[in-house]
C-alpha cells in the first residue's frame, strides 16, 4: 500500500500540491482525475521522487520512501509511465525490452521479454523495428511492456490514453485491468478521459488546484451530482 500523508510539494518556489492526505490500495485501480494543472502529474512525480517536497511522508508498505532518488524508487518495485518519452524511440522494440530488464542480467532478461511479450503479443509483429515508427497505441503497449519487464507492484500511468483514438484508448485501458487482475498490480492513474477510467477504477482522487476535493468510490465520483459536471465536464445523461 502507498499512502500519502501532509504532502506539500512543487517545483522550487512554485507550490503545486497542498497537504496531501490519500491512499493507494493494494490491487487497486485508483484513477486521478482534475482539470488541467491541477497537479496530477506532480502527484506521480512526487511518488517518484522528482518534484520538491517541503513537508509530509510518503509510506510505501510502511517505509517512509521519501527523498528516494527516482531509480531506488524504481528498484522497490513502483514503476512510472510518463505521458511522453516513456519509450527509447531511437531503438528498435526488441531493445527497448532488454533496456527495460538490463538489471535484470542478460538470460533473465531475456527470458522475462518472452514472459511479457505472451501478455503483450501484437508486440511480436514489431520487435524488429524502430520503436518511433509504432502509433500511439502500439508505443503505449510498449511502455506497458517494458515496465512488466521488473514485474513492479505498483505502475503508476500519466494519461496513458491521452492522445488515442476512443477505440485504442479503450483496449489500453482494457490492458491496464488485466494487469491488476492477473498480477495483482496495483495501478495509479492520472487520466483525462475521465468517464472510461472512472467507469474501470476502483478508487477515485479528484485533485483541484493541488487539493484533494474528493476521495472514495470511483463509480460514486462518476455519479456525483456536482463534481463531476463542474470539474470534470461529465455531462449527466
Ligand atoms: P496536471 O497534470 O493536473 O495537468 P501538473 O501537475 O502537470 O497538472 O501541473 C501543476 C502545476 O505545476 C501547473 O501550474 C504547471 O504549470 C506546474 N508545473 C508542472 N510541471 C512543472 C515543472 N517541471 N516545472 C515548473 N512547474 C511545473
Ligand atoms: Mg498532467
Same mark, same amino acid.
Given at each position: 500500500?502507498?499512502?500519502? #500523508?501532509?504532502? !506539500?510539494?512543487?517545483? &522550487?518556489?512554485? =507550490?503545486?500540491? @497542498? ?24 502527484? +506521480? *512525480? ?13 509510506? @510505501?508498505? &510502511? ?7 527516482? =531509480?531506488?524508487?524504481?528498484?522497490? &518495485? ?7 518519452? !516513456? ?8 531493445? !527497448?525490452?532488454? $533496456?527495460?530488464?538490463?538489471? %535484470?542480467? /542478460?538470460?533473465?532478461? *531475456? ?17 524488429? /523495428?524502430?520503436?518511433? $515508427? ?5 508505443? #503505449? ?6 515496465? $512488466? $519487464?521488473? /514485474? ?9 490514453? &491521452? ?6 484508448? @479503450? ?28 467507469? #474501470?477504477?476502483?478508487?477515485?482522487? %479528484? +485533485? ?10 470511483? #463509480? ?18
Amino acid at each position: 500500500m502507498l499512502e500519502i #500523508q501532509e504532502v !506539500n510539494a512543487g517545483y &522550487g518556489r512554485l =507550490h503545486v500540491l @497542498f497537504d496531501i492526505n490519500t491512499k493507494m490500495r493494494d490491487n487497486d485501480i485508483t484513477v486521478i482525475v482534475g482539470p488541467n494543472g491541477s497537479g496530477k502529474s506532480t502527484l +506521480l *512525480k512526487t511518488i517518484m521522487g522528482i518534484t520538491q517536497v517541503y513537508s509530509g511522508k510518503i509510506l @510505501f508498505n &510502511g517505509t517512509n520512501i521519501l527523498g528516494l532518488p527516482p =531509480h531506488l524508487v524504481t528498484r522497490l &518495485g513502483i514503476a512510472y509511465l510518463p505521458q511522453v518519452d !516513456n519509450i527509447f524511440a531511437n531503438l528498435k522494440v526488441k531493445e !527497448n525490452l532488454l $533496456m527495460a530488464g538490463y538489471t %535484470l542480467g /542478460r538470460d533473465e532478461a *531475456k527470458e522475462r521479454a518472452k514472459e511479457v511479450l505472451g501478455d503483450f503479443p501484437d508486440l511480436n509483429k514489431y520487435m524488429g /523495428r524502430t520503436a518511433s $515508427m509504432l502509433s500511439g497505441g502500439e508505443r #503505449q503497449m510498449l511502455a506497458m511492456a517494458m515496465a $512488466m $519487464m521488473r /514485474r513492479p507492484k505498483i505502475m503508476l500511468f500519466d494519461e496513458p490514453t &491521452g492522445s488515442l483514438a476512443p477505440k485504442i484508448a @479503450f483496449e489500453v485501458l482494457n490492458k491496464i485491468v488485466k494487469l491488476r487482475d492477473d498480477y495483482g498490480v496495483t495501478l495509479v492513474l492520472a487520466e483525462q478521459n475521465v468517464r472510461s477510467a472512472l467507469e #474501470q477504477g476502483d478508487e477515485a482522487i %479528484l +485533485l483541484v488546484s493541488g487539493r484533494v476535493m474528493f476521495e472514495g468510490n470511483a #463509480q460514486e465520483l462518476l455519479k456525483h451530482p456536482e463534481l463531476g459536471e463542474v470539474y470534470l465536464g461529465i455531462k449527466k445523461t
